[in-house]
C-alpha cells in the first residue's frame, strides 16, 4: 500500500517551503537537494513535477504561494527528506 506521501502531495514539502520554515534565501533548498539526490530515491524521497505534465499542479502550488514565483520545474521534499536536509553532519 502506498504512503500518503506518496498521493498527496499536500503532504510533502516544496523547496520554497523548507528555506522560509528556516530563515534561508532562495536557493538553499535546491543546493541542499542537489548534495542530497545521489542518496534518495525519487518518488519516494523526492518528486520532480515536469512544467508540461504537471502544469496544473504546479500553477496550484503557485497560487498557494508554495512555489517561487519564477519556479519552472518544481521539486517536492517527502517530510524525512527534509528533515535530513536540516542534519549539519551529513
Known sequence: MAHDT??????????????????????????AFKRWRPRWRENR???????Q????????????NRLYISTVHAVLLSPAAAASMDDPAA
Open 53 to 64: 505534465t504537471d502544469a496544473a499542479l504546479i500553477a496550484s502550488l503557485k497560487c498557494g
Open 6 to 31: 506518496e498521493l498527496n502531495p499536500e503532504h510533502w514539502i516544496t523547496l520554497r517551503e523548507w528555506d522560509e520554515r528556516r530563515g534561508h534565501a532562495k536557493g538553499t533548498a535546491f543546493r
Open 45 to 51: 524521497d523526492y518528486r520532480r513535477l515536469d512544467a
